[in-house]
């Protein structure tokens, strides 16, 4: 059975750090392609980061210089390092795995509040 658990989510001051985890069990971790999702309320779903499974990366504009995403295939975990963070980063932040057969998945969420 497939699973993909978020964690790290929280309250967090503008202009701070913060760490999102995902880990992935069920399928080969290392043949799939990863992404952050977010979804802030009355928005659509936006992609935030993608990390393929050569490691490659790509952001969206908004997060370009203060978002990293990486990955351990030993520990079937990729994660987000969130700095500099800004209000509008606001948002339930999903894990998504994108496989070789088009397969995919999707993490249940965990949420990130910045605010002072």
């Known amino acids: 059975q497939v699973h993909l658990v978020e964690s790290g989510g929280g309250l967090v001051q503008p202009g701070g750090s913060h760490r999102l985890s995902c880990v992935g069990s069920?399928?080969?971790?290392?043949?799939?392609?990863m992404n952050w999702y977010r979804q802030a309320p009355d928005k659509e779903r936006e992609l935030v980061a993608r990390?393929?499974?050569?490691?490659?990366?790509t952001y969206a504009d908004s997060v370009k210089g203060r978002f990293t995403i990486s990955r351990d295939n030993a520990r079937n975990t990729m994660y987000l390092q969130m700095d500099s963070l800004k209000p509008e980063d606001t948002a339930k932040y999903y894990c998504?795995?994108?496989?070789?057969?088009?397969?995919?998945?999707w993490g249940q969420g965990t949420q990130v509040t910045v605010s002072s």
């Open positions: 990390i393929t499974y050569t490691g490659s990366t």
């Open positions: 069920g399928f080969t971790f290392s043949l799939y392609n």
């Open positions: 998504h795995a994108w496989g070789p057969d088009a397969t995919n998945y």
